[in-house]
Nanobody, 126 residues
């Protein structure tokens, strides 16, 4: 059974940091890209970043580049999203997702992801 379980969300002041975790089970992560998305209140889900598990390469949305970083722990099958210099506009429900390497479509589109976590709330106060 495939599971992606996020944790680490919470309330933080602007300028602060949070680290989200996504524990993966039930599939072989090395065949997947692990994406992070977020959905602000009243808005559509948007791409945050992607990590190619096997290669370790990352891609980020312009809005978070230089502030957010994705990493992985192979032994724990866990992906992390380190968020620094947080802004109120980063407030959203954050989701991790897995995308098989054979999947077509843009990695920035949530439609191209096979599995999703339940989401974790991040609130940044001004």
């Amino acid at each position: 059974q495939v599971q992606l379980v996020e944790s680490g969300g919470g309330l933080v002041q602007a300028g602060g940091s949070l680290r989200l975790s996504c524990a993966a089970s039930g599939f072989t992560p090395s065949y997947y890209g692990m994406g992070w998305f977020r959905q602000p209140p009243g808005k559509e889900r948007e791409f945050v970043g992607l990590l190619s598990w096997s290669e370790g390469r990352t891609h980020y949305a312009d809005s978070v580049k230089g502030r957010f970083a994705i990493s992985r722990d192979n032994a724990k099958n866990t992906v992390y999203l380190q968020m620094n210099s947080l802004k109120p506009e980063d407030t959203a429900v954050y989701y991790c997702a897995a995308r098989h390497w054979t999947e077509s479509g843009s990695y920035t589109s949530h439609y191209s992801y096979n599995y999703w976590g339940q989401g974790t709330q991040v609130t940044v106060s001004s």
